[in-house]
């Protein structure tokens, strides 16, 4: 059997919050709290994974990579900048306005974060 991830916890002071913020910027559908697993909120990102925000008092934020194709990445940077919402091209820069024009991994790559701390990584090919 091929190894696939399945999903991946995300904590967030406020798993609802977190949720929202990330479908919104992604693209993804919002469905709400899990029906089965009510401590999470999932978003689908894919056949094969989902992100499951959880809230917890004391979030330690999470480093997620994407790899996006080119025209989903213009689609993010536009919300982005739509909702005023900080972006960089370095980790510990992700609100210095700037998109990486030659990622290691990628042609292009941008970094943002949400109000718990969570690191969002985008590569394009």
């Given at each position: ?6 999903h991946?916890?995300v ?14 910027v992604?693209?993804?559908?919002y469905?709400?709290?899990?029906p089965?697993?009510?401590h999470?909120v ?13 809230s917890v008092?004391?979030p ?34 992700p609100?210095?306005?700037?998109v990486?024009?030659?990622?290691p991994?990628?042609s292009?790559?941008?970094?943002f974060s949400?109000s ?10």
């Amino acid at each position: 059997m091929t190894i696939t991830l399945n999903h991946t916890i995300v904590t967030a002071a406020d798993n609802d919050e977190a949720a929202r913020f990330f479908g919104a910027v992604m693209g993804l559908d919002y469905t709400g709290v899990h029906p089965n697993a009510r401590h999470f909120v999932p978003i689908r990102v894919n056949d094969a994974l989902t992100v499951d925000f959880m809230s917890v008092a004391y979030p330690q934020g999470h480093h997620l990579a994407f790899d996006v194709d080119a025209a989903t990445f213009d689609a993010i940077v536009d919300r982005l900048d739509a909702r005023e919402i900080p972006y960089g091209d370095e980790p510990g820069h992700p609100d210095n306005g700037r998109v990486d024009q030659n990622h290691p991994l990628g042609s292009r790559g941008l970094y943002f974060s949400d109000s718990s701390g969570n690191l969002y990584e985008l590569i394009s090919p």
